[in-house]
């Protein structure tokens, strides 16, 4: 099964009396009231507030003093967040993991009641100085005699609000003087009574809304008491045989084995609830004045653990039990943990965005943006760009997504959404139209057809490399490595070629005897032909001879051969574009009655089917024909390009035959 935690998780109830806490389930059809506020530890277990100390600066005895005496609550929540009783905050806390740098850490507090604005803060200034007037409340108090406040030290915020006995005290204050006050009142407390927070975590837990699911719960309880052998108290602040105590709802259950440590006893109530308990011992935390007061109190903290099985919960909610402490067993409970809310899942809510509009060749920019969910839960994404029942991207928190159809297209783009719980999809229409293809440019000029033929013959194992650069780019490569046998068989050739006459026709024969697959002889000498044969069959041969030891004879540049060619007609050549993947048809009318097609396929024989996204586009090529056109007339050449939607271009060029 699939165990859910919360953003924050701790708990741990000491209580003598079996009791069954209540606790509130909002099931699936019930309406959702409009959610006007939220309370701070929901707020916590969310992520939606923050706790740091923070300086003040303010006039005391007419001197300008600066110090740590503020602790800022900040609410990123779009609704009020209510401390609606007494909340403790430790630092550093028993959950936190890893736990902080110990002089990272400043005084434990707590936090009266307030309110903290949507989107807004709520500045807390410390007591002793807010009652005898230097500060303004609203107050919160140190219960950490023996370290000192820290400006931006950060709280985390766990489940432990003030005990009971304290409460009266904190809420009644009175400034005597600056060793008779509310502040003194409860460190002297502090050193006279044992006193027990106790948490339950995680503060919000998040399910599927099924049976069955998984929650994993923290108790932690914590003695902040103290004692030193230069107290004046004599007092015993130590827990023995305390009771820590929660509560199992009806309809919900523990699993089996999952205890960290198994309850000393358990009440099954007729009900269906049950009440789990252990019985604990907390010695308070020894204390001198001689302490680092840079670092915290070292409290002793009791952790226990659980697994709870969730009834169906559907869309609702449920608010569980708190756990509960009694260091005296006297029935009656000290201190509650702050309540814990396990939320089932509502649905989010997808919107694919669009409609969307573009042409063949266009980066599309899909969004999901306008997606929701009424949990408040973080989405993630996914698409099928042509909704054909696989996905293009993988899960992503990114709502937008990139894509570039390569082909026309009429259809649906989908998203998929997850909460992390359940899944939804949403569909928007396409349409991607084609492009007609372009002629960019429409060229003649005389043209020339030969076949180069390589011969190497000497030496063996030696390798030697033709490169021909013609019609304005690299136009053909033959290679030859020379194996024992006739040089004529072992000849490479490129066929019959149509050269432009216009530009440069360039060849290079390279002699690279270092990195040959065997190497010959160190003093190896390989004599080389190069061949150029027209299509009247008449030839014209050059000769070179690569010598191993002089590597001045490596590299034979031939240079521009356009002086050993003669013209046979006219090349043509056009540089065609589209913006898609579409496979082009080229078709020439010479205008002598003549004519020729000419395919270029885009990925699959045929192209078919054309990849309507990740095709290669656009289709940029240069379309190259020779033809021979009769002396003495002018005549007009027509060349039609279609792409395989079937829409067409065409232009055409005046040509003089000589």
Do not use: C
């Not at 395919?599 to 021979?628: C, K, Q, R, W, Y």
């Amino acid at each position: 099964m699939k165990e859910f935690f919360g953003a924050r998780t701790l708990v741990l109830i000491m209580a003598g009396a079996v009791v069954v806490g209540a606790w509130t389930f909002v099931g699936p059809h019930a309406p959702a009231p409009a959610v006007t506020s939220m309370d701070f530890w929901e707020a916590a277990g969310r992520g939606l507030v923050s706790v740091v100390m923070v300086n003040e600066t303010f006039m005391q005895n007419g001197h300008e003093v600066t110090a740590p005496a503020g602790i800022l609550v900040t609410n990123t929540a779009d609704v009020p967040v209510v401390i609606p009783e007494e909340a403790v905050l430790m630092s550093p806390h028993p959950d936190q993991s890893p736990p902080p740098n110990p002089l990272n850490t400043t005084a434990d507090a707590t936090l009266m009641n307030g309110t903290v604005a949507a989107h807004g803060s709520l500045l807390y200034s410390a007591g002793e100085y807010v009652l005898p007037g230097y500060l303004s409340g609203p107050i919160w108090w140190d219960l950490e005699e023996m370290q000192f406040w820290k400006a931006g030290v950060a709280f985390w915020v766990g489940g432990e609000t003030l005990p009971f006995a304290l409460r009266s005290l904190v809420e009644h204050p009175f400034y005597n003087g600056p060793g008779d006050n509310t502040q003194t009142a409860l460190w002297a407390y502090l050193r006279s009574y044992p006193t027990v927070v106790v948490g339950k975590e995680p503060l919000v837990a998040s399910t599927n809304g099924s049976a069955g699911q998984t929650v994993r719960m923290r108790l932690d309880a914590t003695n902040l008491a103290v004692w030193g052998t230069d107290d004046a108290s004599t007092a015993n602040v130590n827990v023995t045989q305390g009771i820590v105590e929660d509560d199992v709802p009806a309809g919900w259950s523990v699993e089996e084995g999952s205890f960290s440590v198994p309850p000393d006893f358990i009440v099954n109530h007729t009900d269906g609830s049950a009440t789990l308990g252990w019985y604990e011992d907390l010695p308070a935390a020894q204390v001198s004045y001689q302490d680092n007061p840079e670092l915290p109190t070292p409290y002793t903290t009791v952790s226990r653990f659980y697994t709870l099985l969730t009834p169906q919960l559907g869309s609702g909610s449920a608010t569980l039990p708190r756990a509960r402490s009694d260091m005296n067993r006297t029935g009656v409970p000290d201190a509650h943990s702050a309540p814990v809310v396990v939320l089932g899942n509502t649905p989010p809510e997808a919107d694919a965005g669009g409609p969307y509009v573009g042409n063949e060749g266009d980066t599309i920019v899909l969004s999901a943006a306008k997606s929701s969910d009424p949990d408040g839960d973080p989405l993630q994404y996914r698409w099928s760009f042509t909704d054909n029942g696989t996905w293009d991207t993988p899960w992503s928190s990114d709502p937008t997504a990139a894509v570039r159809y390569t082909d026309e297209f009429s259809g649906d783009v989908r998203v998929q959404v997850t909460d992390g719980y359940s899944v939804v999809d949403a569909t928007a229409p396409v349409t991607i139209s084609n492009v007609a293809p372009a002629i960019r440019s429409l060229t003649a000029s005389e043209a020339a057809s030969a076949d180069f033929r390589l011969v190497v013959a000497g030496e063996k194992f030696h390798d030697v490399t033709f490169h021909l650069i013609a019609n304005g780019s690299a136009f053909a490569d033959l290679r030859v490595v020379r194996e024992p046998g006739d040089p004529e068989s072992q000849a490479a050739d490129t066929g019959m070629l149509s050269l432009n006459l216009s530009q440069p026709i360039v060849a290079t024969v390279l002699y690279t005897p270092g990195d040959d697959p065997v190497n010959g002889q160190p003093n190896g000498a390989n004599p080389a032909w190069l061949v150029l044969t027209f299509a009247n069959g008449s030839s014209v041969r050059w000769f070179h001879n690569f010598n191993v030891q002089h590597q001045a004879t490596w590299n034979w540049s031939l240079g521009d051969l356009r002086s050993s060619l003669f013209s046979q007609g006219v090349t043509l050549q056009a540089h065609l574009f589209d913006p898609g993947a579409d496979a082009l048809t080229a078709h020439w009318d010479f205008g002598d009655g003549t004519n020729l097609t000419q395919v270029f396929p885009n990925g699959p024989p045929g192209d078919a089917p054309e990849s309507v996204i990740g095709g290669s586009a656009p289709m940029d090529l240069m379309a190259t024909v020779a033809h021979v056109f009769a002396a003495g007339k002018t005549f007009t050449v027509t060349l039609t390009v279609t792409d395989a939607d079937g829409a067409s271009t065409t232009a055409t060029l005046t040509v003089q035959g000589s």
